[in-house]
């Protein structure tokens, strides 16, 4: 059973993850600690992102597992290693 992600879905959470690296990023600037409007600004749309962030970091390693475990499985010439892919398929 194959696994496809919905259209634009793995790019929507990628670029997620750089808006998060880059407010991250942002919050440890002198010039944006000292304006406490942006300051709490940039806090709460960081915050609003984490949860989705680290939910698609989980989401795009296993895809990236499940890939690669696909790749192994229709490459593999040794019994032993089929039998792994397919193991790391099923879980």
Same mark, same amino acid.
Do not use: W
């Given at each position: 059973?194959?696994?496809?992600?919905?259209?634009?879905?793995?790019?929507?959470?990628?670029?997620?993850?750089?808006?998060?690296?880059?407010?991250?990023?942002?919050?440890?600037?002198?010039?944006?600690?000292?304006?406490? $409007?942006?300051?709490?600004?940039? /806090?709460?749309? #960081?915050?609003? !992102? @984490?949860?989705?962030?680290?939910?698609?970091?989980?989401? &795009? $390693?296993?895809?990236?597992?499940? /890939?690669?475990? #696909?790749?192994? !499985? @229709?490459?593999?010439?040794?019994?032993?290693?089929?039998? &792994?892919?397919?193991?790391?398929?099923?879980?």
């Amino acid at each position: 059973m194959a696994h496809t992600p919905a259209p634009g879905l793995v790019d929507r959470l990628k670029e997620s993850k750089r808006r998060f690296d880059f407010l991250t990023e942002q919050l440890t600037r002198p010039e944006v600690i000292s304006n406490r $409007s942006e300051f709490s600004k940039l /806090s709460r749309e #960081r915050s609003d !992102l @984490e949860e989705i962030v680290t939910s698609a970091e989980r989401y &795009l $390693s296993s895809l990236d597992a499940y /890939s690669q475990a #696909r790749l192994l !499985l @229709e490459d593999s010439r040794s019994a032993d290693l089929h039998e &792994l892919a397919q193991s790391e398929l099923n879980t």
